[in-house]
């Protein structure tokens, strides 16, 4: 049975010394079957004199490190989240200059081949589909 006949209770009793006054004790020590309290009970055996108290309460110390690790998880994700969004962008950025590099690059060729240049002229006519696009190579217009 539990501590006062409470089943969702446990009991611990110890006889313990108490250095101070030379008496001997009784201790309880008592926690919820949800470990939401711990109590502890002393009782003289000498004088019969018996004190109960509250020492701590579990509950709210459990809510407060669950809280904690709450928000560290958040700096966490923000974190990943930051770190993810820079190497996007840093993905993007070499993207774009690997074509800057492409392009220069057959801009280059193209001055030099004719016959380079008439073919990259064909593969353009075929590939743009946007009329700003074709107006900048200066291709026909598809509508027309």
């Not at 101070?20 to 000498?46: E, P």
């Not at 110390?61 to 974190?79: G, V, W």
């Not at 193209?110 to 900048?136: G, N, V």
Request: hydrophobic content about 30%; aromatic content about 4%.
């Amino acid at each position: 049975m539990g501590y006062w006949g409470n089943p969702n209770r446990t009991c611990k009793q110890s006889l313990h010394k108490c250095a101070l006054r030379g008496k001997h004790y009784y201790t309880y020590s008592t926690l919820n079957a949800d470990s939401s309290a711990l109590m502890l009970g002393m009782i003289s055996q000498d004088d019969g004199i018996g004190l109960m108290s509250v020492t701590e309460n579990l509950d709210s110390k459990i809510k407060a490190q669950e809280e904690k690790l709450k928000q560290l998880k958040a700096q966490r994700q923000a974190a990943l989240a930051r770190e993810k969004a820079k190497e996007k962008e840093q993905a993007r950025k070499d993207d774009t200059r690997r074509k800057i590099l492409i392009g220069s690059c057959m801009l280059k060729i193209t001055e030099e081949d004719e016959q380079a240049r008439a073919k990259l002229i064909t593969q353009m006519d075929r590939y743009l589909t946007d009329e700003r696009d074709r107006t900048l190579f200066n291709l026909d217009s598809l509508t027309a």
